[in-house]
């Protein structure tokens, strides 16, 4: 049975970004996506930027999902872009808490991302499916894995249909988690995310920032290669494409690509797990 995929994209800043991103889709439609979704900015920052793309995608004939991030908002004004991504043929949203843009402070009517998902039931029912996020290797302001699960699972209580991961290159971690998941008495599927390896800085970057670990081996390897970025593509290739096996054979129910708005390594390991 082929495994459902599903890209993640976020709003380029200038038309040339766009222009590249267009190309991208393109290449990536190819492999017939469940969803493609866009990413929201820091106190909802760029969402005309993620409204506007989300709009493309459907144009595109494709099926989009527009992030929503709910810290530093209203109530009203999240119902007025609840509003304006009905009228748009939106119906899939992933809803998270979002970070604070710097220099913002704190503020807004919802504390949580499960006061958000609540929030969205009440005022549309069953109007949109909602995917929430989840942290295999638990989130990075968790006081610890139990009090992670219990904020998971206030999500999923509050209506969610679905969970996406934050990427990891442990494929022990999910297989722990969703175990966790399932015990905690919660049936939704929890997609892995999947984070290709094109650029060693890039990646330790992003990592040490959104909390994900990458392993020992992986690191002192990407170090090896300095600036050979063809051995960087190649061996990250290697490591993706296992990571993705590893998962799709121990039942993963579908594969979430962060493509970085590039679709080159996206398909080729796609093509290498034959999806």
């Not at 119902?79 to 979002?98: D, P, S």
């Not at 958000?116 to 499916?129: M, S």
């Not at 590893?246 to 493509?259: D, E, I, K, M, N």
Request: net charge neutral; charged share 20%; with cysteine.
């Amino acid at each position: 049975m082929k495994t459902p995929v599903s890209f993640e994209f976020f709003p380029p800043k200038t038309p040339e970004g766009a222009a590249k991103l267009r190309t991208a889709r393109q290449a990536l439609y190819a492999l017939q996506p469940e969803f493609c979704s866009v990413t929201y900015g820091a106190g909802g920052s760029t969402h005309e930027g993620t409204f506007a793309t989300v709009k493309e995608i459907l144009a595109e004939g494709r099926e989009a999902a527009s992030h929503f991030s709910c810290i530093g908002a209203t109530r009203d004004k999240v119902r007025e872009q609840l509003a304006e991504l009905r009228a748009m043929g939106i119906r899939r949203l992933v809803a998270l808490r979002g970070d604070l843009p710097s220099g913002y402070g704190t503020g807004g009517e919802f504390q949580h991302a499960s006061d958000l998902v609540a929030f969205i039931r009440v005022e549309t029912g069953d109007d949109f499916h909602i995917e929430v996020a989840c942290y295999p290797e638990m989130h990075p302001q968790a006081r610890s894995p139990e009090h992670d699960l219990r904020a998971f699972a206030a999500k999923v209580r509050a209506g969610a249909n679905g969970a996406i991961t934050q990427y990891f290159y442990n494929a022990d971690s999910y297989f722990r988690f969703v175990e966790e998941v399932r015990k905690a008495g919660l049936d939704i599927p929890v997609v892995p995310g999947v984070m290709p390896i094109v650029s060693s800085t890039q990646l330790m970057r992003f990592s040490d920032a959104c909390g994900a670990e990458i392993p020992r081996w992986i690191r002192l390897r990407l170090q090896s290669y300095g600036d050979d970025s063809a051995s960087i593509r190649a061996f990250g290739l290697d490591v993706v494409t296992r990571l993705c096996e590893q998962l799709v054979a121990g039942g993963a129910p579908g594969l979430h690509f962060y493509t970085m708005n590039q679709a080159a390594a996206s398909v080729e390991i796609c093509k290498r797990l034959g999806v």
